[in-house]
């Protein structure tokens, strides 16, 4: 862009100093032509304000254009950034509805496993019961034996 900038106002120091050296030129008086009648009127000076106009609405149309660019660009940005908040949203309410599953999961595992421990837990009671009741009863039958030799078939 500077580079663009820099040769336009070369090209226009250029046409300026042209139009300086040969003024007198520019302001000699001709006869102009203009469809409807005759004119007087210096050629030069006509040319020079004709360039400078067309210049002139050039520079106007490039300030145009190049601020509906400016507008479409900081109307993009606008859209880019809506998007990028709403991907965003999407994106935290699918982590918190992965953290609500996740926590859900571990709430059903944690009581599988404390019903699988009280399972455990009343096995093992019942297991002890069953086994201390047995061994109450092997030795009550053997002080029995002891205490009553005779009674229960053991040797006279």
């Known amino acids: 862009m500077r580079g663009r900038i820099i040769f336009v106002v070369l090209l226009i120091a250029i046409i300026a100093g042209f139009a300086a050296l040969n003024w007198p030129t520019f302001i000699t008086p001709t006869p102009l032509n203009l469809l409807f009648g005759v004119v007087e009127a210096p050629l030069g000076l006509v040319m020079l304000v004709a360039l400078g106009a067309v210049v002139l ?3 106007v149309y490039m300030a145009v254009w190049q601020g509906s ?3 479409e660009t900081r109307r993009y940005s606008k859209e880019l950034q809506a998007q990028r908040t709403l991907a965003d ?8 509805e992965l953290r609500g599953f996740i926590q859900g ?3 059903q595992l944690n009581q599988r496993i404390a019903q699988s421990h009280e399972a455990l837990r009343s096995e093992l009671k ?4 069953d ?3 047995s061994l109450a009863a092997h030795l009550a039958e053997m002080d029995d034996r002891l205490q009553h030799p005779r009674a229960l078939g053991g040797p006279r």
Do not use: G
């Open 126 to 129: 019942q297991e002890l019961s």
């Open 89 to 96: 949203q999407a994106e935290a309410s699918r982590f918190t």
């Open 105 to 107: 999961e571990l709430a």
């Open 57 to 59: 609405a050039f520079t």
């Open 131 to 133: 086994s201390s009741n």
């Open 69 to 71: 660019i400016l507008l």
